[in-house]
């Protein structure tokens, strides 16, 4: 197939619930994200927190999204999303870490994915014992392999970037 373009990357990830506050706990409180600002639209019925993994052209937007009002159109927090993939250097010290912040994750442990990589689940809802969720959304974390690990680190360290 000659396809006339290419998918370079994620350029954004868009998340929505009822209270963007409690997105952040997870996102930038947690998975340490960088807030770089905020868009509101009654139009939209939006009132986001945009997000930020990395810099440069590997930049990854996370919009994390609020209605404006609850009871209109578009409902931007009911569909959150089904999951998305994060690459970890250190799944065993996340994992660790994270639950001792109260962060919860669905049964399985640390296992061995589908694409042959070291993986566990944050659980998309929070309980009394573990409150911090991914609202919803369920989020794979991924023990990256040495060679993306060096790559990201190769593009940390290089002074184009």
Do not use: Y
């Amino acid at each position: 197939m000659n396809r006339p373009f290419k998918v370079l990357g994620i350029q954004q990830i868009a998340i929505g619930g009822p209270d963007k506050t409690r997105l952040q706990k997870l996102w930038v409180d947690m998975l340490g994200l960088t807030l770089t600002g905020t868009f509101k639209s009654e139009r939209e019925n939006v009132d986001e927190d945009i997000c930020a993994i990395g810099e440069g052209p590997f930049k990854v937007e996370v919009d994390l999204m609020q209605p404006m009002d609850p009871d209109k159109k578009p409902a931007v927090h009911a569909t959150p999303l089904n999951h998305v993939g994060l690459w970890i250097d250190d799944l065993p010290a996340a994992v660790d870490w994270l639950s001792a912040q109260g962060v919860r994750f669905a049964p399985g442990g640390i296992r061995r994915g589908a694409a042959g990589f070291d993986i566990t689940f944050l659980h998309p809802k929070g309980n009394e014992e573990f409150p911090i969720s991914g609202e919803g959304v369920l989020i794979e974390l991924v023990q990256a392999p040495q060679e993306v690990v060096k790559a990201f680190a190769a593009l940390a360290a290089s002074p184009s970037v």
